[in-house]
């Protein structure tokens, strides 16, 4: 594509969005320390920025605006330019660990280009145009600056000219676009390229990963009809742990956070269900922050994205196929072949197919205190979507079969929720009680009770307890673990308030 076609491109831009500026409010639950207001799980409502002055703008403002959206032709053209000498003198040179070095190069060139065209910038311009060519040439072109603002907690790009960012919760328009759809699948190959995937018209859908554990589903035409579509799901560089849950995002309560504690130390199964974009993930790598260091732990996955802190601990990741259609190591396979490597617990990332009934096996051989998630609504639909899974196995078991295994290798269910406004909760907690009538039986501990919606459309309520003593009681003592009966006593409704 010619230099004109690309700066004719460069000039169709979205228009900038609102930006979110505000984080949860901070919360102090008694006996815990309080916490800053956190940002990678939002809990206010986004604030349209103010109007833009009515003076014009600069080139700097023009080129940098919401995080480099609108791009000036001069701008666009000093980029193509930069960039291609750059290719053309240093291809042989340019050593991605350098990022000084290739910098230097970059700046050199820009200067070369400023003299032979007499073109003159501000030094704030100079330094966005040298940092923009550095992300196409190193990093991930447009996509850095969202990559590097912690209030992003998703990147949806829904084809080159479009790209949606959540922010407190709720998806809004970035000013930020590719230049065209042959950046855009650049960036694409690149990401995939790094946990040595592809995606091409024979597999136009593809799940990967960034360095940082971030979260990547591609798709590409002819599956995607308006061009490319990326999502980028961003993990927090911040290390949570059970008090950010408690007292920073108010997901739990003190009461049932300890309760949880009791039932991953005393070698409880746990099964964390949820919907997308409900935290499931997160909240597993906080409850196996629970379990002794002892333990030698192994995590089979999809796509790595666990984040476990004990030093004992082997990680497994499947394989998709190659292009010859061989070579694919499904997650079934890695949880078969991780029983025959002495793991104290086993960790499924996700169960989604028919490694559940070899995860259920291994829960009911010796492997208490596995961990699990799934994908589903409530604890009922759970044991429901559960059940299904493992008849995708292939085994051809006999209903009841399937729902005496379940009764008994899943002691506790952990519903997981994403409410109205983008708030994030622990919605139940479920004890699994064993098969009557052909059913499998459950009794809820824990629930958060929604009384309505705040003036910023955000859902509120309390958590409590049912009143219910759970029937493992005499288990979790004799594992050490003493826990109080007080802990199951109903809570009354607090006042307004207090609600979160």
């Not at 070095?101 to 501000?122: N, P, S």
């Not at 379990?291 to 499947?318: F, G």
């Not at 409530?378 to 009764?407: F, K, M, W, Y």
């Amino acid at each position: 594509m010619g230099l004109l076609d690309r700066v004719k491109q460069s000039q169709t831009t979205a228009p900038p969005a609102g930006s979110a500026t505000d984080g949860p409010a901070t919360a102090t639950i008694p006996g815990t320390a309080p916490y800053a207001p956190a940002t990678a799980i939002p809990a206010a409502k986004p604030q349209v920025a103010p109007p833009p002055p009515a003076a014009a703008p600069s080139l700097s403002q023009r080129a940098a605006s919401a995080g480099a959206g609108e791009l000036t032709p001069a701008f666009t053209a000093a980029k193509v330019q930069i960039h291609a000498k750059l290719i053309e003198k240093f291809a042989d040179q340019i050593d991605s660990s350098n990022k000084p070095g290739v910098r230097e190069k970059i700046v050199e060139l820009a200067e070369e280009y400023f003299r032979a065209t007499a073109m003159t910038m501000t030094k704030a311009d100079k330094e966005r145009l040298v940092d923009s060519v550095l992300d196409d040439v190193l990093g991930l072109g447009p996509l850095e600056a969202l990559l590097a603002d912690p209030t992003i907690t998703e990147i949806m790009a829904n084809h080159p000219k479009q790209i949606y960012v959540e922010k407190s919760g709720e998806p809004t328009l970035s000013a930020v676009t590719f230049e065209n759809e042959r950046q855009m699948r650049q960036v694409i190959d690149r990401i995939v390229s790094l946990v040595g995937r592809r995606v091409d018209e024979s597999t136009p859908i593809c799940d990967a990963r960034l360095k940082d554990g971030s979260r990547v589903n591609v798709v590409i035409p002819p599956i995607a009809l308006k061009g490319p579509c990326l999502t980028i799901r961003k993990f927090s560089k911040e290390k949570w742990g059970p008090a950010d849950i408690v007292n920073r995002f108010r997901s739990a309560s003190p009461d049932l956070m300890t309760f949880l504690r009791s039932c991953v130390r005393g070698r409880m199964n746990v099964l964390v269900s949820g919907g997308t974009g409900s935290g499931k993930t997160t909240l597993l790598n906080i409850l196996s922050s629970f379990i002794p260091e002892v333990e030698r732990l192994i995590t089979c996955e999809d796509a790595a994205e666990l984040q476990l802190q004990q030093p004992h601990w082997i990680q497994l990741e499947s394989r998709p196929p190659n292009v010859e259609g061989k070579g694919a190591v499904p997650i079934r396979e890695l949880v078969k072949s991780c029983l025959r490597m002495r793991p104290d617990r086993i960790i499924v990332g996700e169960c989604r197919g028919g490694e559940a009934l070899d995860m259920l096996q291994a829960m009911n051989t010796g492997h208490d205190g596995s961990m699990s998630t799934i994908h589903a609504n409530n604890p009922h639909e759970c044991l429901v979507r559960l059940e299904t899974l493992v008849l995708q196995a292939g085994q051809d078991l006999p209903s009841r079969a399937i729902r005496e295994t379940i009764g008994s290798a899943i002691h506790l269910i952990v519903q997981q929720s994403r409410l109205r406004g983008g708030v994030r909760r622990i919605v139940s907690v479920a004890e699994i009680t064993g098969m009557k009538d052909g059913e499998v039986h459950y009794q809820e501990l824990f629930i958060f009770k929604q009384v309505g919606v705040s003036a910023e459309g955000k859902a509120v309520g309390y958590h409590t307890a049912t009143g219910i003593i759970p029937m493992r009681m005499e288990h979790l003592r004799s594992e050490g673990e003493d826990v109080p009966e007080r802990l199951f006593a109903p809570t009354p409704q607090p006042p307004p308030d207090k609600l979160y």
